[in-house]
């Protein structure tokens, strides 16, 4: 299963697609997935306007694996 959610999560253009992704790698509970999702968290956050619904989901799946995020969020505010 974390082979699908991370082959379709890499593959997704829509970034609500990739929120819900996210969300299921989150809730997959699989670790591998944190470089995913810091990455793209960082890529949300380099947007002059990030998501912040976006960003919140995605960071929340970041935690839920175990992750942190506040040193990506220190380098935007």
Do not use: H, N
Not at 20 to 27: F, S, T, Y
Not at 37 to 55: H, I, K, T, V
Not at 59 to 73: H, I, K, P, S, Y
Request: aromatic share 10%; proline share 4%; glycine share 10%.
């Amino acid at each position: 299963m974390y082979r699908i959610f991370k082959t379709s999560f890499l593959q997704a253009s829509d970034d609500d697609e990739k929120g819900l992704l996210a969300d299921l790698l989150g809730d997959y509970g699989d670790a591998r997935a944190i470089p995913i999702l810091r990455r793209y968290l960082a890529e949300l956050l380099a947007d002059p306007q990030p998501a912040e619904s976006e960003c919140a989901r995605v960071a929340g799946a970041v935690r839920r694996l175990g992750g942190g995020t506040e040193d990506l969020f220190l380098t935007v505010f």
